[in-house]
Each structure stands twice: as C-alpha cells, then as structure tokens.
C-alpha cells in the first residue's frame, strides 16, 4: 500500500518534483529518500485513503528531484487538505524529537500510541501538548484595532491576542489580553472560528468584540503600533493562511454589504 511521505528537514517540508515539475507530497510504498536507522517514523491517521507517514530527517537530501518549502509557505503551494495535514505531522515530529526522555525518571520513552509515549521505566504516559492562543477582531463603529506585533517579521497590522494562562477561561483570557495590551475593554465578545497553528504546537481560538470603554495606550513590550482603522482604509494585512485574516477579511464583507445596501435605498 503507497503511503504519504510527509518528510521535514529541520522545519522544512519536503516536496517532490513530478514529471510537469509540479511539487507535491511524495506518495509510494517505502520512503522517497534513504532513511538510517535513528529515523523514527510516524504513522500520523490517513489521507485521501492512504496511511500517512511523518519523520525528520537531519540533513536534506542532495537530489534535483526535490525540493524543501517553509511549512507556512506549503500554503500556497498544496492543496488545503495537505497543508493541514503537513501541519498535524510537523507538530507530531516536533513532539517526538522533544519527549525522547521521560520528564518524571530520565529513563528512555517510547511510543504507546500514535499521539501518546510511555516511560519505558515508570510507565509514565505522555501526550502532544497544545499552547492554546485566543484572538479576537475588536471594532467600533466602521473600524477595526490593528496592531503591529514586535515579533512580527514582516510590516503587517494583525490582531490582538495572546496565550490563555492556567486558570482561565478562553473568554478571561481574551479580555486580560485586550486590557493588558491595548489599555481598552471590550464588550459583546463571541466565538468566531478556530484554527490550529503548527509553528510549532498551538491552537489559535478567534473571536469578534465591539468597544466598550477606555483610552488606546498599546503595551511596548508585546506591540510596536496599533490604530483604528476603517474598513475601507486598511493597512496592509496578514497573509491568507492566517486566522487574523478570515476574520478582518469576515468584516470586511459584512461592512461593504451595508454599504451597498444603503447605496442602493438612495
């Protein structure tokens, strides 16, 4: 039975060329490229009915016929379905090269399940662990706060958000984070979408907020500029592949419906 080869070197996918030297996920019976024995493989559930296979590899392999893309870059080269299942694999490999030792006695783990490892000394049984992050689009009226992050490497305006912390509710977590880093509080707060976030391990939960009260002043620790901006005025904005984006590009929609709208009853 052929098997996706889902196969990282470092944090890079590797992509096969094919004969229109088109890139895709290599799909065969053994592995594209030659694996020595400290490769640990994993199966990681199926895909389009076939078994899918997730390692990393230490080096990448000198051959013409592959090539290596950034795991956020694969979002624009795979079709969804194998971007996100890029993703869940990466985060497996990622959590399999950080639990080879049990975190309780030292001694080696091994694997118990496909997302679980056992202590092959105490038993002590381990799983993936997800750092869940909230989000949210906050507006008043015909704007939107963006924000520029510090850790943002590029010149976008995103969203506010933040790590929820032990003890918290996502929606705690969401106010703390919009008061702590933008000196405002927010009101009418609803779950929108969710989406995971392979870079490496998180969950990323989204939520819409209107305004409530309180003077802009932006936390220069975590934001280097942040404004209200109109929906027709926008700065430039995260890429596609990204939570912030679906919800500005969702309000967006909605505020240019209602203006079509009142244009039209003119």
């Known amino acids: 039975m052929k098997n996706y080869w889902f196969i990282f070197c470092g944090s890079d996918l590797l992509l096969l060329r094919d004969a229109a030297n088109e890139a895709q996920i290599p799909l065969s019976e053994e592995p594209p490229v030659a694996l020595d024995s400290s490769v640990n493989i994993l199966d990681v559930s199926t895909l389009d009915n076939h ?13 013409s016929r592959f090539e ?24 497996l490999v990622y959590w399999d090269s950080n639990t080879q030792f049990c975190g309780r006695c030292g ?78 509080t927010i009101k009418n707060l609803r779950y929108m979408w969710s989406q995971p976030w392979p870079y490496p391990c998180g969950l990323m939960v ?18 280097s500029c942040g404004d209200w901006f109109r929906f027709d005025a926008l700065p430039t904005l995260p890429e596609k592949l990204s939570i912030a984006r679906r919800l500005i590009d969702y309000w967006v929609a909605q505020k240019m419906e209602e203006k079509n709208a009142i244009l039209e009853q003119k």
Request: proline share 5%.
């Open 51 to 63: 078994a899918v296979k997730a390692c990393r590899l230490a080096q990448n392999p000198d051959e």
């Open 68 to 91: 290596t893309v950034a795991l956020r870059q694969s979002f624009y080269r795979l079709p969804l379905p194998f971007y996100q299942k890029a993703g869940k694999c990466y985060e």
């Open 107 to 184: 001694a080696p783990m091994e694997m118990s399940s496909a997302i679980s490892k056992r202590c092959t000394q105490c038993g002590y049984e381990v799983w993936p662990q997800l750092q869940t992050a909230v989000i949210c689009l906050i507006t008043r009226g015909d704007e939107a706060l963006l924000v520029h992050a510090r850790n943002f490497k590029k010149p976008f305006y995103g969203l506010v958000a933040g790590f929820v912390e032990t003890g918290e509710t996502l929606e705690e977590a969401m106010t703390r984070e919009a008061e702590e880093e933008t000196g405002i």
């Open 206 to 223: 989204g939520f819409a907020a209107e305004y409530a009260s309180g003077e802009l002043k932006l936390q220069d620790e975590e934001l």
